[in-house]
């Protein structure tokens, strides 16, 4: 009989989060390997849920977006970031931003098609650029600062390139685009007319006072960028699956065209409910989930140094990279996959190996591991004790 799976999804195998998930139960390991929270969000938007479903949002919603969460994010944004966008026509709700990767991808991009990476990327870049049936090219950045340089990323813009994925704050590395590597790759984007596909899912967790600056903000981009969030992270309520895209009609309509058949629309009670945390929790809320994740930073960055790894301190999102050589000697302990695995079933601590998050360079992760700090202080402490006697 024929293979089952598809040729084009041959090459990803199954995700590196459900191999050390599965390790990580099977020693009792604490889990700093996947990057959900393991605490709450807040109740006022449960409670919000089950209102709308008592009330009745319970059928199927706007394919685009349920009216009063379109506005939320539309108003979202010109107050926040003072982007103006039609709610109607220029925002659309998505399962989650990984919906929105995988639909604005599809929607955007024609086999023979170039879009161009990242690397370290979120897993599901490449896997939606191969299912839309177009190319990846990939410009590296490399531990500690993951900066963008002109001479490696520019030389990737041709005729063929359509899109250029972006990022920040960086999932895995915590690094938050600077404006000038932004100006850098919007110029870069004018010049070869490209758009961009912006990743802004951990917009609201920065640290040690950094913004980061929506790239559709820039001079010109506004026309040519479909930005992409969600609440997963900001509400800590990754399970409701809420996320979006903004972004000029055309841009919206292309993502669209996928999402309809896709998913067509998402839970309507938790739109409902999303569109009221959205208006409500603002500042205040932002500036606490700032402080308390930095406070989770500081604590792991800590450990880990005192573990004897050397250490990336994150900008933005929730995650730490962390150089194990010289601790555990790659002559002797082995590649990211064989320590990480190691800490698991020695040390009884779940990390992720970057190194399946390189397409090109995989050699730049395989000296790291990535830690993720959305977890409780509590869960952090029982980590801290197993990580010191590593150091000790
Ligand atoms: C960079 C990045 N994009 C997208 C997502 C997925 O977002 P959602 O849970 O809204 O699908 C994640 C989740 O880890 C992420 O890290």
């Known amino acids: 009989m024929r293979p089952a799976l598809a040729q084009k999804l041959k090459p990803f195998g199954t995700t590196i989060f459900s191999e050390m998930t599965k390790l990580a139960l099977e020693h009792q390991a604490i889990n700093l390997a996947q990057g959900f929270p393991d605490f709450e969000g807040p109740r006022e938007i449960l409670e919000a849920a089950k209102r709308a479903m008592d ?17 939320a994010i539309a108003e979202k944004y010109r107050a926040i970031y003072g982007l103006e966008f039609e709610p109607m026509s220029e925002v659309v709700v998505f399962c989650g931003a990984t919906e929105g990767i995988a639909s604005s991808l599809l929607g955007l991009l024609d086999p023979g098609d170039e879009a161009i990476l990242f690397e370290p990327f979120y897993d599901s870049y490449p896997v939606c650029v191969a299912l839309a049936g177009a190319t990846a090219r990939y410009c590296t950045l490399r531990f500690p600062d993951f900066r963008v340089k002109e001479e490696e990323l520019a030389p990737l813009f041709n005729a063929k390139t359509r899109l250029l994925l972006l990022n920040t704050p960086h999932n895995p590395s915590g690094k938050v685009f600077t404006r000038e ?35 559709a903000s820039l001079p010109g981009m506004r026309e040519r960028t479909l930005t992409l969030s969600s609440t997963g992270k900001t509400f800590s309520l990754t399970g409701w699956k809420i996320g979006w895209g903004v972004g000029p009609k055309e841009l919206v309509a292309a993502a669209q065209s996928a999402h309809q058949y896709v998913t067509f629309a ?26 308390e994740y930095a406070q989770r930073r500081d604590f792991l960055v800590g450990v880990l140094r005192e573990a004897g790894f050397e250490v990336s301190v994150p900008k933005g999102a929730y995650f730490v990279l962390a150089d194990f050589t010289r601790r555990f000697p790659r002559a002797k302990f082995g590649d990211d996959r064989a320590v990480a695995k190691r800490l698991v079933e020695k040390h009884g601590v779940a990390a992720i190996p970057p190194s399946v998050f390189f397409a090109k360079e995989p050699e730049e992760g395989r000296r790291l591991l990535r830690f993720a700090f959305c977890k409780r202080m509590e869960t952090l402490e029982r980590a801290a004790e197993r990580l010191r006697k590593i150091g000790a």
Request: net charge negative; charged share 25%.
């Open 55 to 71: 009330a009745g949002e319970n059928q199927y919603a706007r394919s685009l977006g349920h009216p009063r969460l379109v506005a």
């Open 266 to 291: 998402v839970a309507t009670p938790f739109q409902v409910a999303m569109a009221e945390a959205i208006g409500r929790f603002q500042k205040d809320f932002f500036a606490q989930l700032q402080r």
């Open 181 to 215: 590597e932004l100006e850098l790759i919007a110029r870069l984007c004018r010049e070869h007319d490209v758009l961009v596909v912006a990743d802004e899912v951990y917009e609201h967790i920065t640290f040690d006072g950094v913004r980061p600056i929506p790239i």
